[in-house]
């Protein structure tokens, strides 16, 4: 209620439904685009001399991003204060970050955060999700992290039904009554993270009742960690769907890339000026560029940010995508700092979940590095038949010839939930990874 009581809601909300619009007129052409970035920045600028941090910083006096140095993610984490702007009486949502990466990040947020992000990622969305009125099931977190109010928005703004119905919200919601909820609400798209939808669809599987759950869903919204095309494949092939990798984005920033119906992530310049960083050298996120993602977030009116250093490696795609928008698109890596040495190969969740998760016979994985050697812990699918033997040969054939090589290969029923669970529940490093000692 505080929201539509807001006047500036309504203020924000009419002038980015308008802006969109002329953008969608145009393509997302980058001439439209350009000139769209150029009048927020001179706004963010305003509001980022406010903000502690950045009052007396290089370059924002003379509004010159180029003389800014990177904003560093730890920096943030340890002084949260010192980026908000003093004296705001409008926060009407306050949320945290999921902390999988080190310590939770506070982060009020005021009608216009709110607005801005939702009607910046509704264009993308509405081209996978197809024409309204849909039933949409949210199965993400909607306590502390931003993830399931900010799809609520999306849907609400698009005309979509949503239930959000997070199986890990102890004594509320479990995977018993998210079998009633799907059979009774019979959902047409659902949003969830990769790990909750795979150990669900296991459940689902060992008691013969996935058919009847997913008997109306054709549209499955991947986010909240990272998805590889590969568990894309397979997660459509048992919710006979079609499956996307929904967004990139942090709670401190907003989302910064959407999926379109091709399952292409773009990166919404509308709303960010992003760069890529290599070493000591910041170049403009273009086609051909690769080096970790630094974000100028446009629309960040509670907290602003200027050049923030997300520690994600991504690369910004060359061809054009066949959806036919002007938006570049992006392939994100993830955190570099996730990055393990096994057998003298550094690896990262990229390269280890794209070979392990092309087997669709497994459902997650957990690497174990001990001093007598490096083990690969594979988990069955409930459904399949073959040896583990088998599994684990075929799992040996498919990594030969990329570097990493595994003193064991070891098949399991059942791995601990942590290690597939994910949104807001795991890091990679810190449950797919184990070093002992």
Same mark, same amino acid.
């Given at each position: 209620?505080?929201?539509?009581?807001?006047?500036?809601?309504?203020?924000?909300?009419?002038?980015?439904?308008?802006?969109?619009?002329?953008?969608?007129?145009?393509?997302?052409?980058?001439?439209?685009?350009?000139?769209?970035?150029?009048?927020?920045?001179?706004?963010? *600028?305003?509001?980022?001399?406010?903000?502690?941090?950045?009052?007396?910083?290089?370059?924002?006096?003379?509004?010159?991003?180029?003389?800014?140095?990177?904003?560093?993610?730890?920096?943030?984490?340890?002084?949260?204060?010192?980026?908000?702007?003093?004296?705001?009486?409008?926060?009407?949502?306050?949320?945290?970050?999921?902390?999988?990466?080190?310590?939770?990040?506070?982060?009020?947020?005021?009608?216009?955060?709110?607005?801005?992000?939702?009607?910046?990622?509704?264009?993308?969305? +509405?081209?996978?999700?197809?024409?309204?009125?849909?039933?949409?099931?949210?199965?993400?977190?909607?306590?502390?992290?931003?993830?399931?109010?900010?799809?609520?928005?999306?849907?609400?703004?698009?005309?979509?039904?949503?239930?959000?119905?997070?199986?890990?919200?102890?004594?509320?919601?479990?995977? &018993?009554?998210?079998?009633?909820?799907?059979?009774?609400?019979?959902?047409?798209?659902?949003?969830?993270? %990769?790990?909750?939808?795979?150990? *669900?669809?296991?459940?689902?599987?060992?008691?013969?009742?996935?058919?009847?759950?997913?008997?109306?869903? +054709?549209?499955?919204?991947?986010?909240?960690?990272?998805?590889?095309?590969?568990?894309?494949?397979?997660?459509?092939?048992?919710?006979?769907?079609?499956?996307?990798?929904?967004?990139?984005?942090?709670?401190?920033?907003?989302?910064?890339?959407?999926?379109?119906?091709?399952?292409?992530?773009?990166?919404?310049?509308?709303?960010?000026?992003?760069?890529?960083?290599?070493?000591?050298?910041?170049?403009?996120?273009?086609?051909?560029?690769?080096?970790?993602?630094?974000?100028?977030?446009?629309?960040?009116?509670?907290? %602003?940010?200027?050049?923030?250093?997300?520690? &994600?490696?991504?690369?910004?795609?060359?061809?054009?995508?066949?959806?036919?928008?002007?938006?570049?698109?992006?392939?994100?890596?993830?955190?570099?700092?996730?990055?393990?040495?096994?057998?003298?190969?550094?690896?990262?969740?990229?390269?280890?979940?794209?070979?392990?998760?092309?087997?669709?016979?497994?459902?997650?994985?957990?690497?174990?590095?001990?001093?007598?050697?490096?083990?690969?812990?594979?988990?069955?699918?409930? &459904?399949?038949?073959?040896?583990?033997?088998?599994?684990?040969?075929?799992?040996?054939?498919?990594?030969?010839?990329?570097?990493?090589?595994? &003193?064991?290969?070891?098949?399991?029923?059942?791995?601990?939930?942590?290690?597939?669970?994910?949104?807001?529940?795991?890091? *990679?490093?810190?449950?797919?990874?184990?070093?002992?000692?």
């Amino acid at each position: 209620m505080m929201l539509f009581m807001d006047p500036a809601a309504g203020e924000a909300f009419a002038a980015a439904h308008g802006r969109l619009q002329e953008l969608e007129a145009a393509g997302f052409a980058p001439e439209a685009v350009r000139q769209v970035q150029q009048e927020k920045l001179a706004l963010l *600028w305003e509001r980022a001399a406010e903000a502690p941090y950045y009052r007396e910083a290089a370059g924002v006096a003379e509004r010159d991003l180029t003389a800014v140095q990177p904003t560093p993610k730890d920096r943030l984490k340890a002084a949260p204060e010192d980026f908000a702007r003093p004296g705001l009486a409008r926060v009407v949502k306050y949320y945290e970050s999921s902390g999988s990466g080190g310590i939770p990040t506070p982060t009020p947020r005021v009608a216009e955060d709110i607005v801005h992000n939702v009607v910046g990622v509704a264009p993308l969305w +509405r081209r996978a999700l197809g024409a309204g009125p849909r039933r949409v099931a949210v199965l993400l977190p909607s306590d502390v992290v931003p993830v399931a109010d900010f799809v609520a928005g999306v849907c609400e703004y698009l005309g979509h039904a949503a239930l959000r119905c997070y199986p890990f919200t102890t004594g509320m919601c479990d995977f &018993d009554r998210l079998e009633r909820l799907f059979t009774g609400y019979r959902p047409e798209v659902v949003f969830a993270a %990769p790990g909750v939808l795979t150990q *669900w669809t296991r459940v689902l599987k060992s008691r013969g009742a996935l058919d009847a759950v997913r008997a109306e869903v +054709r549209t499955v919204m991947l986010l909240g960690e990272v998805s590889l095309p590969a568990q894309r494949a397979k997660l459509a092939a048992d919710w006979q769907a079609e499956v996307f990798d929904a967004s990139y984005g942090s709670t401190e920033t907003g989302t910064i890339a959407a999926t379109c119906e091709r399952d292409r992530l773009h990166l919404l310049t509308h709303g960010h000026v992003l760069e890529l960083r290599d070493g000591d050298k910041l170049v403009p996120a273009e086609p051909g560029a690769v080096g970790e993602l630094v974000d100028t977030p446009l629309n960040n009116f509670a907290r %602003p940010l200027l050049r923030f250093a997300t520690g &994600d490696l991504a690369e910004v795609l060359g061809e054009p995508c066949p959806c036919g928008l002007a938006l570049p698109t992006v392939r994100i890596h993830g955190r570099g700092s996730d990055r393990v040495e096994i057998g003298g190969a550094v690896v990262d969740e990229r390269l280890i979940g794209s070979i392990v998760y092309q087997d669709h016979r497994v459902t997650g994985y957990l690497i174990q590095v001990r001093a007598e050697g490096t083990r690969l812990v594979l988990e069955r699918d409930v &459904d399949v038949s073959d040896t583990d033997e088998q599994l684990a040969d075929d799992a040996r054939e498919r990594f030969a010839g990329t570097g990493v090589s595994w &003193d064991q290969v070891l098949v399991v029923s059942q791995l601990p939930a942590t290690t597939k669970a994910g949104g807001s529940q795991k890091n *990679w490093k810190r449950t797919n990874v184990v070093v002992a000692g």
